[in-house]
């Protein structure tokens, strides 16, 4: 994930004030400059978290930055992570798991709903697949006569590879406009 998607992650509640000078560092890494963004990477988690905080604002302000909406930033942040998964840097499941419920569940999503859960997003087939292969780590019946529950797994995993690249696609290109 990038400067701007911890940006989003910190505004959706997963990353701490403590923990803002690892993204300021985040940020001097990607070639952002300014004076509260460096002394901000020179700080740490145990110093005082409303300095921290103030530098961050002055941060923002001195980068030309503004905070996301909370909508705004549950999408940047679950981009990232779809980022991620789609570069091997984070496991599929793991990262699924933390789109839904780390950025995904950060914005009520379910009031958006129109026929399926996420389809206000465009993330529907990749939460179906997901939940379906939830469902085949602990089958409680047999599923199809004819494949194994593996086959099954290594399908639905394959499926849910492809839908994510569509959806991260697709929400980038109406995200980044």
Not at 27 to 55: H, P, R
């Amino acid at each position: 994930m990038n400067f701007k998607q911890h940006i989003a992650k910190y505004v959706t509640e997963h990353l701490t004030t403590s923990q803002l000078p690892e993204l300021a560092i985040l940020g001097v890494q990607e070639g952002y400059e300014s004076e509260s963004l460096f002394i901000l990477a020179g700080m740490s988690n145990m110093d005082n978290g409303f300095e921290i905080q103030e530098y961050f604002k002055k941060t923002l302000a001195e980068l030309n930055l503004e905070l996301p909406d909370r909508r705004k930033a549950a999408l940047e942040y679950a981009i990232g992570i779809a980022q991620d998964i789609l570069n091997e840097k984070k496991d599929l499941f793991e990262g699924l798991a933390e789109i839904k419920s780390g950025a995904l569940d950060s914005y009520d999503f379910f009031s958006e709903t129109k026929k399926y859960v996420y389809d206000s997003i465009g993330f529907e087939i990749v939460y179906g697949l997901y939940d379906t292969y939830d469902d085949l780590l602990n089958p409680l019946c047999k599923w199809n006569s004819k494949k194994s529950i593996e086959t099954l797994k290594s399908e639905t995993r394959t499926e849910l590879i492809v839908e994510l690249e569509k959806w991260n696609k697709k929400l980038k290109t109406v995200h980044n406009n």
